[in-house]
């Protein structure tokens, strides 16, 4: 089985620019989480879907982020414009019920 | 805002060894669940444990919940080299959904 899947896994762009990262996730779950992983924070949580429904945005930076879920197979994360203490890895996961699988990660460098 | 505190923060072992480490928390929690992550890579799921009390293996790492919900442990039996990386305690509470608090980690390293 394809396990959650997220592209691209690494990007690096200029201060300013738009930043889209995609996700699928896990075909049958119905939660999805992003998540922003710095050596400074550690593991944070930035966005939580259940159904398709954003149920908990509280941990969204700013109003630079955005995240859809248009369907149950896709997800989105935008950051615009991006700068660079943006730069970090983000993932996403899915779960069913409260064991979440993750995907491998985006790694992204604002310059 | 509820607080898992993981202890160590950082191990080094020598290969063969066993390590041991535990999460607690200040309040009750559902689920707990053990990751592993790899340089590069994202968290992978190693032991999920659902029942108080409830001890769990898988392979050589043996993982339980505690009787009072509020703490877990997870044991690593004759370390190799491939243990290394960071291990993330994690628990769910069925208050908020699915959504998951984690440790800050362990970074566990094995001289061979």
């Known amino acids: 089985d394809a396990g959650v899947i997220q592209s691209p896994r690494h990007e690096v762009t200029e201060m300013g620019q738009e930043v889209t990262l995609r996700c699928k996730p896990i075909?049958?779950?119905?939660?999805l989480f992003w998540y922003r992983q710095t050596m400074m924070r550690g593991l944070e949580l930035l966005i939580y879907?259940?159904?398709?429904?954003?149920?908990?945005d509280s941990g969204m930076p700013e109003d630079r982020f955005s995240a859809k879920m248009p369907n149950a197979s896709f997800s989105t994360l935008k950051i615009q414009p991006s700068e660079p203490r943006d730069s970090a890895v983000y993932f996403c996961?899915?779960?069913?019920?409260?064991?979440?699988?993750f995907g491998p990660g985006t790694r992204l460098t604002v310059l | 805002g509820q607080q898992l505190n993981q202890s160590p923060q950082s191990m080094f072992i020598q290969e063969g060894e066993d390590v041991s480490m535990n999460c607690t928390s200040s309040?009750?929690?559902?689920?707990w669940l053990w990751y592993k992550q790899d340089p590069g890579e994202g968290p992978v799921l190693l032991i999920a444990?659902?029942?108080?009390?409830e001890l769990t293996s898988n392979g050589r790492l043996t993982a339980q919940f505690g009787i009072t919900r509020k703490d877990s442990f997870l044991n690593i039996s004759a370390s190799i080299p491939s243990d290394v990386g960071i291990y993330f305690c994690?628990?769910?509470?069925?208050?908020?959904?699915?959504?998951?608090?984690f440790g800050g980690g362990t970074r566990l390293m094995v001289k061979p």
């Open positions: 996961a899915s779960s069913w019920r409260a064991t979440q699988y």
């Open positions: 075909s049958g779950h119905n939660s």
């Open positions: 879907f259940n159904n398709n429904v954003p149920i908990d």
């Open positions: 309040s009750i929690f559902n689920t």
């Open positions: 444990l659902y029942k108080a009390g």
């Open positions: 994690a628990g769910q509470d069925n208050n908020a959904g699915n959504m998951l608090t």
